[in-house]
């Protein structure tokens, strides 16, 4: 997925992740995969498990232009809906955000002003979709 996000020159002058093991790897390798700064991370220990109201104050208090978060469920299914204000389709199995899924949005204005439906979601990629 990080050879995607550099093919479509969405490389994120942020990444936040969970502390979670996997998480941690997904992020460290998106960082070499992007060559990115080790200091474009950031882990925070209260994302793991972390529900959609908490990743959304975690993204209110962004500053860079493109920030990747990285993360888990049950709360990134229901973040991905939330940002987008609306239900999203899932793949064959029933799963929305899979294991290295990225979801790609757009948002106008200041972070802090992110709210329920406030995104677009531009595309939904599943690594074993591509």
């Known amino acids: 997925m990080a050879e995607w996000l550099h093919e ?13 093991v996997r998480a941690r790897q997904t992020a460290e390798h998106v960082e070499r995969g992007l060559a990115l700064e080790p200091s ?14 908490r990743w959304m104050e975690e993204l209110r208090v962004q500053h860079e232009n ?8 049950p709360g990134f299914d229901d973040l991905v809906e939330t940002l987008s ?16 899924a990225v979801a790609h949005f757009e948002f ?5 002003e992110i709210d329920v439906g406030t995104c677009r979601l531009l595309q939904l990629v599943r690594p074993r979709e591509l």
């Open 8 to 20: 479509r020159d969405l490389i994120p002058d942020r990444v936040v992740s969970s502390a979670a």
């Open 108 to 112: 106008e204005g200041p972070w802090e």
């Open 40 to 53: 474009a991370i950031e882990f925070v220990e209260d994302l793991y498990l972390a529900s959609s109201e």
């Open 85 to 100: 204000g609306r239900a999203v389709a899932t793949n064959a199995d029933g799963k929305l955000m899979t294991t290295a």
């Open 66 to 73: 493109h920030v990747l978060i990285v993360g888990h469920n």
